[in-house]
């Protein structure tokens, strides 16, 4: 799991606390305000070759954004995702299934999160990339 603290930050994040559910302390978000300027950026080496679900963590709201982008660059390709935070978590969940990914081992694996266009607040919280069992 890459927490919403060890994310790399550009502009101006909020720490909050108001909504649940969330994982650890708290999230962050861009107060609906700076658009463009704030973007997040994570980083993680993958250990084992597999299909992973990128999973997001944020507090569904009407007020949240129906168009964060996010990128995923991983093994020299990139693939761009928009997502509708007013839509609910997975059941039972505090993450959202945002994609499912073909993984290698050893490849780093970057996702940015950005605020550019985005029509409402931007809230992270944490992201996952959880490994799919095989059937």
Request: aromatic residues 8%; proline residues 4%.
């Amino acid at each position: 799991m890459l927490d919403d603290r060890t994310a790399i930050k550009k502009g101006a994040w909020k720490e909050s606390r108001n909504f649940r559910p969330y994982v650890g302390a708290g999230y962050i978000h861009d107060d609906n305000a700076g658009k463009g300027a704030a973007s997040l950026t994570f980083e993680t080496k993958i250990s084992k070759s597999g299909r992973y679900d990128l999973r997001l963590a944020y507090s569904p709201h009407p007020s949240r954004a129906s168009n964060v982008p996010v990128r995923v660059e991983f093994g020299g390709k990139s693939q761009e995702i928009s997502v509708n935070q007013r839509l609910s978590l997975d059941p039972g969940s505090a993450f959202r299934t945002l994609k499912t990914l073909d993984l290698k081992a050893g490849h780093k694996v970057t996702i940015y999160l950005g605020n550019e266009g985005t029509d409402g607040f931007v809230v992270v919280d944490a992201l996952q990339l959880l490994e799919r069992s095989k059937k």
